[in-house]
């Protein structure tokens, strides 16, 4: 910690201690803001799951008292009828209730519509306001004497990992409002923290000054608070605040309510808690003028249209008026190591669809704060789909090296560049409070450079958004001198502030690597191979449709988006990394095998369309490159030879391949391979290249057992010392060898831990891949599986599989940034080139890698107990590969045995004669996706060069007459008049639109 964040620390603990001498003056404060009317008569009913407003009445209820358990497990719901008698004294006045279920609530209208959202999950700033936490609700501003019914809904959100997962409630009241000493509560508090802020000599007179107001205001207000003194009161604080010194710098304040969309409990709750927190952002919006907030996914909306179609009004009105921000272009905070390429388009196309046809507005801002890094393409993704602008506050969680940007330039592997900004408080539920603006102005490094930044105040994940003391505290700052003002306004504004000296400001190049929760690229592999499988199977049906429509089949467009949105979803920044809890994995897997019995359906319509109804087999290629292979069907063998996007009869095996094996070395055309008694490679010779690829007393493909510590984010993390105490090494069993007519295959039967592996190596006819196929039983807690290799070529660099292009990353361990970078994100393969020669690695389902000192280590599995518990024992099937080649990757197309590794040839039953759309005459320029447009007829086909060098190509195409190039959100840029010779620079994205 440095000094001065142990300044901070220092006085906000100084002004705790004053708050607890002052806790009379506020205890009596809030009895005179909130007057008790009455306490509630309380009957409750508990349910496992949400029952409708409407089918409330048909539960079973019971009374509760204070302190009485209402639940005793986790996520469990119940509807609360509160009753109380109203005298008549109080008609006319304005009611409110307070109230605490021990759990998340929310109060309803007599039609079940959404009100208030109520929760135990607060702020600091929240146990410090006159009511404590999310408690208040607003009932009548004009009471009528009599019976008063209330009703509130309740959810136990309560971690299904704690000993304890109950649910006590605690108080129900019914009170007055004084919206007078409420504020003149409020100013106190903003002055009695103000006076710890300002430190220092200087700020000796101001100080002496506040103590002075605050008790000539406590003093003018007296015991009985009449209005008119409370008025006065208010008027000396008020005029402390206001005057001194001007402070020139300001901050720009934007409500929010950072709500994962599943975490710590199931996407069904995080339904409810998106209602609840709505209703009160609906509610702070017509209390607070000025007050701002943001949305940032739009599939809370979907949600809440569904769910409560009155509130969602309410929320669509806000956002056309101004009140509410469209703030994020993704339809959720995605992660965005994991998802491909092209998931990531769809996050931004589906987004910002949303946007515009539900009020006709886009988002500028790409809004993630809470993803687990970034990686090195987003920036050119971004701006090819029309978002020039980046924010998150997470690079601020690094562990060993302190990010050194607030307000930055950010250059991407392409060289494109967005401006990018990162709330300098450094986080998404900032209190607001002159610790927070004075926390921002510290720690800002380019305050030297711009005079704005922005604050993002408020709590999420059930805690509701900015309660009354968030906002409150920042209606202070609009006047205040000697520190820093807030302004309330969009969170986009502040890039219009920036750019104005975007110029000054520093560049960042490449991937934004987040020095922590490495350990999401591996955890919950189960997620991670679905997701992989279903993005190849998603974009392999949209061409077959592609080609279908051409012959006279209607385009499933709404089916397939549905079924993308649904994806994304669970690309969600706490899902696929795998850190929630288990029933969202359980819920996930089993909408998965739904999604792709549904695209299965899909596919065979389209084949239906496009094949003759006989006998034949034939097979597709939905790649960008030709294919050659074996293919097995049905336990036949057949050859395939299939151009780029095209399709060709299969035809029977006819040349056997010649194996040989000789005790523990195997043989094929191309690899001479032995093992050792341990199972492991000690020597890999290629023939071809006349080259050994393990040099003496090196091995290959080691199966490792680690201890994987236990930390506090236990799924997130990897302990960076775990290399320090050596691994248990698989013990061979058993080994044998068994000959094919197109492969090899070695099965090595290994005991590990509580675990056993079987595994296949496997070589091909016609590939140069070795495959090691594997079967694990996994049984181990806090236990982490690797596949490790030292092959004999080094290199201080390791070229990555990235989305859309690839990043060469240290190998070597020496500053403190290479010792941080002990994990790294890689997707369908990585290399190490040196001298002529490399050997890449190829995974269909694995993102973890280690690269460090000759060593090159695939992460399998890992065993996490928290947030869910034993996640991913049981049996776990994968594979990866071993690709050994002259050159470098770019000579040997790594990408292209990658891509056809992970997406192989689909094969049919019935004569189809496909010829490819478009055809790209460089194996660089990679062509991705070939889909319908969202709005018209054409076909939008993605292109990207793959090798980080300029490259031209020409393309031909069949079927249409024009194609235009658009962005990555379908918009036109332009006509191509002649496709004989274009030219792309280095990792560059490119998208057309053909038009018959």
Not at 359 to 377: R, S
Not at 538 to 561: D, H
Not at 771 to 798: G, Q, Y
Request: with cysteine; aromatic share 12%.
């Amino acid at each position: 910690m440095s000094l001065s964040e142990f300044a901070d620390v220092k006085n906000q603990a100084r002004f705790a201690t004053s708050y607890k001498l002052r806790e009379c003056i506020y205890k009596r404060l809030k009895k005179v803001a909130y007057k008790e009317v009455a306490k509630f008569d309380v009957e409750f009913a508990v349910t496992k799951e949400p029952v409708p407003f409407e089918k409330r009445l048909e539960l079973e209820y019971k009374p509760i008292s204070s302190y009485e358990k209402w639940s005793k497990s986790s996520y469990e719901c119940g509807w609360f009828k509160l009753t109380a008698d109203v005298p008549a004294e109080y008609e006319g006045q304005r009611l409110a209730g307070l109230a605490n279920l021990g759990s998340e609530a929310l109060f309803v209208d007599e039609n079940g519509h959404a009100l208030q959202g109520l929760s135990t999950l607060m702020a600091v700033i929240e146990y410090t306001q006159p009511a404590r936490g999310k408690s208040f609700f607003e009932i009548t501003k004009s009471a009528k004497p009599g019976k008063l019914e209330v009703w509130l809904e309740a959810g136990n959100n309560k971690k299904d990992t704690l000993r304890c997962q109950s649910a006590r409630f605690n108080y129900a009241k019914l009170v007055t409002v004084r919206d007078d000493v409420v504020e003149f509560y409020y100013d106190y508090l903003f002055l009695d923290m103000l006076r710890f802020v300002l430190n220092g000599s200087k700020n000796a007179k101001k100080r002496k000054s506040i103590v002075a107001s605050m008790r000539k205001a406590i003093k003018v207000v007296g015991k009985d608070y009449l209005p008119e003194n409370v008025q006065k009161g208010r008027e000396i604080l008020t005029k402390e605040i206001e005057s001194g010194e001007n402070f020139p710098f300001t901050l720009y304040g934007i409500g929010h309510a950072h709500l994962d969309l599943a975490w710590l409990w199931p996407i069904r709750e995080t339904q409810r808690k998106a209602i609840r927190t709505f209703a009160n952002q609906v509610r702070n919006i017509e209390k607070h003028k000025g007050y701002k907030f943001g949305v940032s996914q739009p599939q809370q909306l979907v949600w809440l249209k569904e769910m409560d179609p009155k509130l969602y009004d309410e929320v669509a009105e806000h956002i056309k008026k101004g009140n509410i921000e469209a703030q994020g272009a993704m339809w959720v905070e995605s992660d965005v190591n994991v998802p491909s390429g092209e998931s990531l388009v769809r996050q931004m196309l589906l987004g910002q669809r949303y946007w515009r046809e539900n009020f006709g507005v886009e988002a500028k801002m790409c809004w993630l704060p809470d993803v687990f890094g970034y990686n090195g393409n987003l920036p050119q993704i971004l701006l090819k789909a029309g978002i020039p602008y980046f924010s998150t506050q997470k690079m601020s969680w690094n562990e060993h090296n302190r990010f050194p940007h607030r307000s930055f330039n950010w250059v991407g592997i392409d060289g494109s560049t967005v401006l990018t900004h990162m709330p300098p408080d450094n986080t998404y539920n900032s209190e607001a409070t002159p610790f927070s603006t004075m926390h921002a102005y510290n720690y800002y490094p380019e305050k030297d450079k711009v005079d704005t930044a922005l604050l993002v105040y408020g709590i999420g994940d059930g805690g509701g958004g900015p309660g009354d003391g968030h906002i409150q505290m920042a209606k202070r700052h609009e006047n205040v001198k000697h520190i820093p003002k807030i302004e309330m306004r969009r969170a986009e504004d502040i890039f219009g502030s920036l750019e104005k000296n975007a110029h000054a400001l520093p560049k960042y190049q490449g991937e934004l690597y987040l020095e922590k929760h490495q350990g999401t690229y591996t955890s919950q592999a189960k997620i991670k191979k679905y997701n992989r499988k279903i993005e190849y199977k998603l974009q392999n049906i949209e061409y077959l449709c592609s080609l279908a429509m051409g012959k006279g089949m209607k385009y499933p467009q709404e089916e397939l988006n549905n079924i993308w949105k649904e994806v994304l979803l669970y690309q969600f920044h706490d899902i696929i990394p795998g850190s929630s809890i288990k029933r969202v994995y359980d819920e996930c897997y089993a909408r998965y095998e739904i999604l792709f019995k549904e695209l299965d359906e899909i596919k065979q319509r389209a084949l239906d369309v496009l094949s003759e109804k006989d006998d034949e087999l034939y097979a597709i290629n939905p790649t960008s490159y030709r294919v050659k292979k074996v293919v097995d069907v049905d336990g036949k063998l057949y050859e395939a030879e299939i151009p780029a996007f095209s399709s060709a009869k299969l035809n029977p095996l006819e040349e056997k391949c010649e194996f040989s094996v000789n005790g523990d070395v195997i043989e094929s055309p191309r690899y001479i391979i032995e093992f050792n008694k341990r199972g492991n490679i000690i020597r890999l010779y290629d023939k071809f290249l006349k080259s050994e690829f393990v040099e003496s007393g090196k091995r290959l493909n080691v199966l490792n057992l680690y201890r994987d510590k236990k930390l506090h984010y236990n799924a997130w993390d990897i302990d960076i010392n775990y290399t320090k105490i050596l691994p248990i090494e698989a013990k061979l069993v058993s080994a044998a060898t068994n000959i094919f007519e197109n492969r090899v295959e070695r099965s090595n039967l290994y005991a590990i831990g509580s675990s056993n592996i079987n595994q296949k190596v496997i070589l091909y006819k016609n590939s140069p891949l070795i495959d090691f196929v594997t079967t694990v039983d996994w049984n181990e807690t806090h236990k982490m599986l690797r596949a490790e290799f030292r092959p004999n070529v080094k290199s201080d660099e390791i070229t990555c599989d990235i989305q859309f292009g690839n990043i060469k990353r240290s190998t070597k361990n020496e500053t403190s940034i290479e010792k941080a970078q002990f994990e790294i994100c890689a997707h369908n393969w990585v290399d190490v080139s040196e001298d002529g020669k490399g050997l890449s690695f190829l995974t269909e389902s694995k993102y973890g890698w280690r690269a460090k000192e000759g060593l090159i280590s695939l992460n399998l599995l890992r065993s996490p107990m928290y947030p869910a518990k034993d996640a991913d024992k049981g049996i776990q099937q994968f594979s990866y590969a071993l690709y050994p080649h002259g050159g470098d990757y770019n000579d040997a197309n790594t990408q292209k045995e990658a891509t056809i590794y992970n997406n192989p040839l689909i094969i049919t039953k019935g004569s189809i004669d496909i010829e490819p759309v478009i055809t790209s005459s460089n194996e660089h320029v990679v062509i991705e996706t070939i889909k319908k447009q969202e709005e018209g007829d054409g076909l939008i086909v993605r292109t990207f060069e793959d090798s980080g060098k300029e490259k031209t190509t020409n393309f031909k195409i069949n079927g249409y007459s024009k194609i235009y190039e658009v962005n990555l959100d379908e918009k036109v840029i332009g006509e191509i008049e002649d496709l004989d010779s274009i030219t792309y620079k280095p990792f560059e994205i490119k998208s057309y639109l053909l038009k018959k």
